[in-house]
């Protein structure tokens, strides 16, 4: 990557431009999007465990992919002969499942953003290393394209709680 990369505690003035500002903004909002779709499974999983007659506080699990193959196997209990709602299932824990790689990526993997260059406009930028690759693969993430992903996290939230809506 370049030298255009920045990261945080480089005090350069375009950090308080307005893009920049819009990109960090973006990144927060990511993650409070993330924290509702979250929140959506693990009141699925309370809900469908309730309507088994499960008693007191059942313990959710650990992490985000314990608790989307509970209530995966929990939604797959109670629409055992509906196709139709299988089949969304399937859709929404795979999009789910694409879309928590993604922001982990970014959240556990952030190496720095830039205010915008000749590759245009700002971006944050993040590293997937792993024991197969010797080098860490830098991977830029643009304004738009984090407002898509945002976007795409809110719209998966909808769908698991209009899913649960019909069970």
């Given at each position: ?10 005090a ?18 990511l ?26 506080n ?17 939604v ?21 499942e ?10 556990q ?24 690759v010797?080098?860490s ?31």
């Open positions: 990557m370049t030298g255009s990369t920045q990261t945080f505690g480089v350069e003035p375009a950090h308080d431009s307005p893009e920049f500002r819009d990109l960090m903004a973006g990144v927060g909002y993650m409070f999007y993330w924290t509702l779709l979250d929140r959506a499974v693990l009141d699925g999983i309370k809900h469908l465990r309730t309507f088994e007659g499960e008693a007191g059942s313990k959710a699990r650990a992490t985000f992919a314990e608790r989307l193959a509970e209530w995966q196997a929990l797959s209990q109670r629409s055992r002969r509906n196709l139709q709602t299988a089949n969304m299932l399937g859709d929404l824990a795979s999009q789910a694409r879309l928590n790689r993604k922001r982990k990526l970014i959240v993997s952030f190496t720095g953003a830039s205010h915008g260059n000749e590759e245009g406009g700002p971006a944050i930028y993040f590293a997937e290393a792993g024991i197969t010797p080098r693969a830098q991977m830029r993430l643009s304004l738009p394209e984090l407002h898509a992903l945002i976007e795409e996290v809110r719209l998966c939230r909808h769908a698991i709680e209009g899913l649960q809506k019909l069970l």
